[in-house]
């Protein structure tokens, strides 16, 4: 998916309450675990990026460093 369908994406996403936009503390970037990217539903392999995020009092949510970007820019567009 290039990067403007992955913005349309997790944009609706976003929208429809399936993916939290919310102020994280706390990101840590490392290789990846073969978990599934929160954003894009695909595994983040142990040759990508994987980006942890903690969201106060809610779940971590995994991303591919490409998708956190994306979602991370939509969340500061949306809350200022």
Known sequence: MDQ?????????KVAA??????RHPATW??????R???????PVGPADYEAE???RGGP???FHRDCFFV???ICRTLTG
């Open 36 to 42: 599934r990217c929160d954003a894009c539903g695909r």
């Open 71 to 73: 979602w991370d820019d």
């Open 4 to 12: 403007d369908e992955l913005r349309l994406f997790i944009q609706r």
């Open 29 to 34: 970037l490392g290789h990846g675990s073969g």
């Open 60 to 62: 971590t949510l995994r």
């Open 53 to 55: 995020c903690d969201i």
């Open 17 to 22: 309450g399936e993916l939290p936009c919310e």
